[in-house]
């Protein structure tokens, strides 16, 4: 077995009205060696025992640059791809970039002042969790977080100035 490659110093993600947002910053430069990003991003609803809805984003990478990229839903159903960008938005320069529009993922944060106090919100989506991977020759190679998924809370923008208090 070989050693563990560190290609990913950190990764972020964020969410806005409309989009979840995310980035990959590579530990040194990126990689000349052709290589994929995978990033997962599933939302979740109250007391769920499975995603609501589960995205794959895939982008293959040669010589420093994205060659092609696609967005599937669950077992290979495709949502968009680099020819046909529908809203989302993929860049690679020193790090690697994404915006998945939330609608995609059956969430916003503004639902939730629809249903709020009924029954329900329990089947709103109340938090997207995201993992980033690098993957070359078919094999993982890196993956942040280490173990578990990066967790986004879905609240209305009064809900954050709330609880900020």
């Known amino acids: 077995m070989h050693g563990k490659q560190f290609l990913m110093d950190e990764v972020f993600a964020g969410?806005?009205?409309?989009?979840?947002?995310?980035?990959?910053d590579f530990a040194g430069k990126v990689p000349i060696d052709a290589f994929e990003v995978v990033v997962?991003?599933?939302?979740?609803?109250?007391?769920?025992?499975?995603?609501r809805r589960e995205l794959r984003l895939d982008a293959t990478v040669a010589e420093g640059r994205i060659t092609s990229w696609r967005v599937?839903?669950?077992k290979g159903t495709a949502v968009a791809d680099w020819t046909?960008?529908?809203d989302a938005r993929v860049a690679l320069v020193r790090n690697f970039e994404f915006g998945l529009?939330?609608?995609?993922?059956?969430a916003a944060p503004?639902?939730?002042?629809?249903?709020?106090?009924?029954?329900?919100?329990?089947?709103?989506?109340?938090?997207?969790?995201?993992?980033?991977?690098?993957?070359?020759?078919?094999?993982?190679?890196?993956?942040?977080?280490?173990?578990?998924?990066?967790?986004?809370?879905l609240l209305a923008e009064e809900d954050l100035v709330a609880g900020g208090g």
């Open 110 to 153: 503004l639902e939730i002042e629809k249903v709020r106090g009924l029954k329900s919100s329990d089947v709103l989506t109340v938090r997207l969790r995201l993992r980033f991977s690098v993957w070359q020759n078919h094999l993982p190679v890196d993956a942040l977080p280490v173990e578990g998924w990066i967790e986004l809370e």
């Open 72 to 74: 599937t839903q669950g």
């Open 40 to 51: 997962n991003v599933e939302s979740w609803a109250n007391h769920a025992g499975n995603p």
């Open 84 to 86: 046909d960008a529908k």
């Open 15 to 24: 969410i806005d009205e409309e989009y979840v947002y995310g980035r990959l």
């Open 101 to 106: 529009p939330l609608k995609w993922l059956l």
